[in-house]
């Protein structure tokens, strides 16, 4: 299985980026997908996730109200849409998803990707 971000830039201040990130290779079923960053000198924190069902995203507090997060499930496709950018935002990206590669097998491992470089200047 693996996980591909995209999207990621540098921008200024009060702009918006897009990320995606598609999983594909051996996928029965897809359980939740999340976004986390991780700046330097700094731990990695979870940004938003969101269920297989449909649910409404969890976010953290330092981004509710200007990211939201959506998920395609037929694609396996989970995106981040932030908006009023801050420096505080600029980190490295990451997507996880929680991945089933067989039906005869109920256990779910969690894939990272890469990550995308996000950087924002004042």
């Known amino acids: 299985v693996q996980l591909v971000e995209s999207g990621g830039g540098l921008v200024q201040a009060g702009d918006s980026l897009k990320l995606s990130c598609t999983a594909s290779?051996?996928?029965?079923?897809?359980?939740?997908m999340g976004w986390y960053r991780q700046a330097p000198g700094k731990q990695r924190e979870l940004v938003a996730s969101?269920?297989?069902?449909?649910?409404?995203?969890n976010y953290a507090a330092s981004v509710e109200g200007r990211f939201t997060a959506s998920r395609d499930n037929a694609k396996n496709t989970i995106y981040l849409l932030m908006n009023s950018l801050k420096p505080d935002d600029t980190a490295v990206y990451y997507c996880?998803?929680?991945?089933?590669?067989?039906?005869?097998?109920?256990?779910?491992?969690?894939?990272w990707g890469q990550g995308t470089q996000v950087t924002v200047s004042s």
């Open positions: 996880n998803a929680e991945v089933n590669s067989s039906p005869w097998n109920r256990g779910f491992q969690t894939y």
């Open positions: 290779g051996s996928i029965f079923r897809v359980r939740d």
């Open positions: 969101i269920s297989n069902g449909g649910g409404s995203p």
